[in-house]
């Protein structure tokens, strides 16, 4: 299958192009800049002419999905699939920029979308765990939505042009929801990424700021990449489905400090400074995902943070 990713190279753009093209797939991308896959990018140094190999048999397209039409229906020719992960994904951030986030995530998605629809296509949308309200229990796909930003609402825009797509033009959208993801190539975005945020403070040794009783499903991005590739391997039989792709676990902003600093080997301290109380949670049912694709998550919260750690590591001090 060859498939078309935008946003390429953003944290969950990059691991989803390794994934593809170990299984076997060839890969187009389009993102605003040439994609590069730099040796000290990677966690495993090893992997360095594998990642020589990546960049010679990945095709780069240089466009904005906002502004650059034309030339997205243009990549999106010969493929069978386009994977939507070009976004921007900071709340705070949104509420200064609701225009620019929404001509970006909602209307960049019905660019797409169309790019997608001529080149007759299946559509893979990232949506957010910020369409749901925070609340004390499990997210469910069917749940009434309740985003709390601009940014989680663009995204419900951005899903709703997809059932469109689907209901209007019989095209096959799979939309899937993400839930806090980290992992290698993941920095800090102002207030957003807890884990590198909390990451870089312990390698650091400076203090922990931990603002929330409340809970998060982290999520590997390697999970994520693999949870995109089922979505890829479903029938594409012109329907709209949703998906929750987490772990299913909730897990404290407390206890997260914790491990970070025990994995890190830091000497951090940990600051509460509550802004928000317990059972304002985002944490994911993932048993749609388990049952119609397949998915599993593989990798337990510890395991992922040991390997993002390590990755920083390297790369701060290349």
């Known amino acids: 299958m060859r498939v078309l990713v935008t946003g390429a190279s953003g944290l969950i753009g990059r691991h989803t192009v390794e994934v593809l093209l ?18 000290d990018d990677r966690v495993d140094q090893t992997h360095a002419a594998g990642d020589r190999a990546v960049e010679t048999a990945v095709e780069s397209v240089v466009g904005n999905v906002r502004t650059d039409m034309a030339s997205l229906c243009v990549a999106a020719q010969g493929c069978q699939a386009v994977v939507h992960l070009a ?13 620019g986030y929404a001509q970006l995530n909602a209307n960049g998605t019905l660019n797409a979308l169309e790019a997608a629809r001529a080149a007759g296509a299946m559509f893979v949308l990232a949506s957010s765990q910020r369409v749901y309200p925070l609340q004390a229990r499990p997210c469910r796909e069917d749940d009434r939505l309740a985003p709390d930003s601009p940014y989680g609402y663009t995204k419900w825009v951005a899903e709703l042009w997809c059932r469109m797509a689907s209901e209007q033009f019989g095209l096959t959208t799979r939309v899937l929801r993400f839930f806090s993801v980290y992992g290698p190539g993941q920095q800090a975005n102002g207030g ?27 999520t590997d991005a390697r999970d994520v990449a693999r949870g995109i590739l089922l979505a890829l391997h479903a029938p594409a039989d012109c329907t709209h489905r949703v998906y929750n792709v ?15 600093i025990a994995t890190a080997g830091s000497r951090s301290s940990i600051q509460d400074t509550l802004q928000e109380p317990p059972g304002r949670d985002l944490v994911a049912d993932v048993s749609r995902a388990s049952t119609e694709l397949g998915y599993t998550p593989c990798i337990p919260l510890r395991q992922g943070l040991e390997h993002y750690i390590q990755w920083l590591r390297q790369h701060d001090s290349a």
């Open 246 to 260: 987490a772990t299913g676990l909730g897990t404290t902003f407390r206890a997260l400090a914790e491990m970070v």
């Open 192 to 218: 957003s990424g807890v884990v590198t945020i909390f990451a870089r403070a312990a390698l650091a040794g400076e203090p922990l700021l931990v603002q929330s009783a409340g809970q998060r499903d982290f």
């Open 87 to 99: 976004g921007r994904g900071d709340v705070a951030e949104s509420r200064r920029d609701p225009h």
């Open 22 to 39: 170990r299984e076997g797939h060839q890969v187009r991308t389009f993102q605003r800049s040439p994609l590069t896959r730099a040796a």
